[in-house]
């Protein structure tokens, strides 16, 4: 008997199921019914073929007249041209470019239903490539015509072999086989959200009638989606809150109020109302875990380093998490300079009150290692800065109070809960991100912790206007490296970021349309996903290539133009920062290594090449390392070619600095898979239904929300809701990866 929990090898054969997995992630008859139809099309469109027109999506019935095939001249293999047939005597070509797999079934004679979108070549129109479904007999005709008079015809999302056709089949065959679906949503929380069953739900997304709305149906499987998410969420939260903490309360005359009387500058509203709210949370005993977030140069840093100064005059110690050794070290830097004689602690010329601050990463050399790793066992650091570092069992703490994790998207909770496990009591946790963050994601990836919203940026910013720059004009590139030059002559500096490192050998290409992945870690690579859908990849410009054309251009002569790139050695990372910082360098040509953290006031322009190979939170991202002092800041997209979904994208980062309203715009561009983290876990999806950028399923994140906590604070671990508690175990199961890579 088939449950939906049998493999798929229990329905088609294993060759198609082993298809199905690898390509569309479908495992169980459970998976097939999640796999909705992409679109419908309406029985009228299955007739007259002298109606068709251009550009429309149809299904027609008709009979095959004539094939052929010939051996195609610029590549191998034969095309299949087939003629169909209606009973009016009109005609339509099906084109195959490959006639593998047709050239045996589409004879004269056969009839079946033909689906595609209509092309026209010469005067004749044609479907390339179209689905189609042969019949046997006339009565099979019949049938199936007699069937889609009355339903919506669903078209499914093919994969390799398996036409869209097949899928419907197999789904038909599923649902008339199955004959219980579970139901995890309580009876009482379905009639007050006006939900479907969910076997009804399945029946009215896969064979809804004419007079039915599919959408129904699948507003359910949102719900559904929603529901056993943010069950998980509520689990999470309420098992931290039963977990006790230490209170940590900073003394009076402590580190914490002599870094705020040496404070060269007023804190803005925000950062002190924050502030409040995290100095209260730390004070309890139940552990602090709030997610802060804050447009790029809102004063996180600052946020969270009082933060762990309350940490330490309370008598513990604190732990910075960050995803890069550039960012680590940024952070170290910018904590010691901030803090100044209070970092020196037991040295020499340090204040009476002061602690250590150090820094512990996977490349610094072993007698570093060694000290910061004693300093921070021994309790004598109470800051200790570091990268994945940090987590490492050997790395011990007298007695952690405060994790601060940065950029939190670059990490996993195995990874943030590995820190924790290093308190003699589970510390209080501030998970930092500079990516803004709309509410349908804070609900669904970040909706285990509390939230705060920095968005007011500290006086002295100053503005940064964006433009494209059409890299297919010669003139538009020279002048903008006129620009750089004019913004170097008058004193300022620049990054050009590049999508890839490229060969470090000056006489050497970086290659036709290489994987950003081939020579760059995660911390450097572009959005390549977002832009590959466009079309073939074509070359692109790495940090050595872009070094030397920067260096030939006579408009930049005597300019100091060095690389930075997360491939170089630490000590080599760290003196490049430290010159650019310093001003020694002009130009700092770069991977997107500098995309957070980096904090340069006096850098006022930024080029990135191949602008169209990122996607627009990581361009604003990178943009928010310019501005940041008291000159006006400029940012130049270089493109070409790009297509119409890039072009989209580069101006919507040009037309607004709101880093809310492009992280919304974002995701409307992105999978949901890119933004939750699928992409760090194969083809895994967090979410397959609910989209994160509409509005309208923002209410429905919302509802099921408030349902699951609401029945989590009444049964905590689900034993009165089987079917709820087997639905958080599978999804746990399959995508703990995905998912809660992310949360």
């Known amino acids: 008997m088939l449950t939906e929990d049998s493999p798929l090898t229990k329905l088609v054969k294993k060759s198609d199921a082993e298809q199905l997995g690898r390509t569309k992630g479908l495992r169980t008859v459970g998976d097939l019914f999640e796999f909705v139809p992409r679109r419908y099309l309406q029985p009228g ?5 002298s109606q068709l027109r251009p550009g429309e999506d149809v299904m027609v019935v008709a009979e095959v007249l004539k094939a052929s095939s010939r051996a195609m001249r610029n590549r191998r293999g034969k095309m299949l041209t087939v003629v169909l047939g209606d009973e009016r005597g009109n005609e339509l070509d099906l084109t195959f470019f490959s006639a593998y797999g047709h050239e045996g079934k589409l004879r004269p004679g056969a009839r079946g239903f033909f689906a595609g979108t209509v092309g026209a070549y010469g005067r004749r129109l044609q479907l390339t490539h179209p689905d189609y479904e042969l019949f046997e007999s006339d009565r099979e005709v019949d049938a199936a015509v007699e069937h889609y ?63 039915e709305e599919p959408g129904r149906g699948l507003t359910r499987l949102k719900y559904d989606e929603a529901f056993v998410l943010q069950t998980i969420l509520a689990q999470r939260r309420s098992a931290t809150e039963a977990e006790l903490a230490t209170p940590r309360l900073p003394r009076p005359g402590g580190l914490l109020a002599a870094f705020d009387a040496r404070l060269p500058f007023e804190l803005t509203a925000g950062q002190r109302e924050v502030g409040a709210v995290l100095t209260d949370e730390l004070a309890r005993d139940r552990p602090m875990n709030r997610l802060l977030q804050g447009e790029v140069g809102s004063g996180k840093t600052v946020v969270a380093l009082r933060a762990m100064l309350a940490a330490i005059d309370a008598g513990g110690q604190a732990a910075l998490l960050a995803p890069t050794e550039v960012l680590a070290a940024q952070h170290h830097r910018s904590i010691t300079t901030m803090l100044g004689d209070l970092a020196e602690g037991g040295m020499l010329g340090g204040a009476d009150i002061g602690t250590k601050v150090v820094l512990l990463t996977g490349s610094q050399s072993a007698p570093t290692r060694k000290r910061s790793l004693l300093d921070a066992a021994s309790g004598e650091a109470g800051i200790v800065v570091g990268t994945h570092a940090l987590i490492q069992k050997h790395v011990q703490f007298a007695d952690l109070a405060l994790v601060v994790v940065d950029e939190q998207h670059r990490f996993g909770v195995e990874q943030r809960d590995a820190l924790r496990e290093k308190g003699v009591r589970p510390p209080h946790v501030l998970v930092m991100t500079a990516t803004p963050i709309p509410r349908t994601v ?57 999508p890839r490192i490229g060969d470090s050998d000056a006489g050497q290409n970086d290659g036709p349309g290489a994987p950003l992945s081939s020579d760059s870690s995660d911390e450097e690579a ?30 930049l002569a005597g300019v100091r133009i060095e690389v930075l790139h997360g491939r170089l050695d630490a000590d080599t990372k760290e003196a490049t920062m430290r010159a650019f910082g310093a001003g020694e360098i002009d130009v700092l040509v770069a991977t997107t290594v500098i995309e957070v953290g980096v904090d340069v006031p006096n850098a006022t322009v930024m080029v990135v090449v191949d602008a169209d190979r990122f996607g627009i939170s990581q361009l604003h991202q990178l943009r928010g390392r310019i501005g940041r002092g008291s000159a006006p800041g400029l940012c130049l997209l270089m493109t070409a070619g790009a297509g119409d979904r890039a072009a989209e994208r580069l101006a919507e980062v040009a037309a607004t600095t709101d880093g809310f309203e492009l992280a919304r715009a974002d995701l409307l561009f992105r999978r949901e898979g890119d933004v939750l983290g699928a992409r760090q876990s194969g083809r895994s999806n967090s979410v397959r239904h609910l989209r994160l950028g509409r509005r309208e399923d923002e209410q429905i ?38 998912y809660l890579e992310r949360g």
């Not at 959005?527 to 006579?554: C, F, H, I, K, S």
Request: charged share 25%.
């Open 701 to 738: 994140i919302a509802d099921a929300r408030e349902d699951a906590f609401a029945i989590v604070a009444a049964d905590p671990d689900l034993r009165g809701h089987p079917a709820l508690a087997a639905a958080v175990a599978m999804r746990l199961d399959e995508e703990q990866a995905a």
């Open 526 to 555: 572009g959005d390549w996903d977002v832009a590959e859908e466009e079309g073939p990849p074509r070359e692109l410009t790495g940090v050595y290539t872009m070094l030397n054309q920067l260096r030939a251009n006579p408009a």
């Open 149 to 211: 008079q009355t339903h919506l015809i669903p078209v499914y999302s093919a994969t390799g072999k398996i036409y869209s056709f097949r899928i419907r089949t197999m789904v038909q065959v599923a649902l008339d086989s199955v004959e219980r679906i579970r139901e995890p949503v309580p009876d009482e929380v379905r009639g007050r959200r006006g939900l479907l069953g969910r076997t009804a739900a399945y029946e009215l997304v896969h064979r809804p009638r004419v007079d």
């Open 442 to 498: 804070a609900m669904t990836v970040f909706g285990d912790m509390e939230t705060s919203t920095l968005s007011e940026l500290p006086r002295g910013r100053s503005p940064i206007t964006t433009h494209v720059v059409d890299a297919d004009r010669p003139g538009w590139v020279e002048r903008t490296w006129q620009r750089v030059a004019e913004e170097v002559a008058s004193g300022h500096q620049a990054y050009v970021v590049c």
């Open 45 to 49: 469109q299955t007739t007259d073929l």
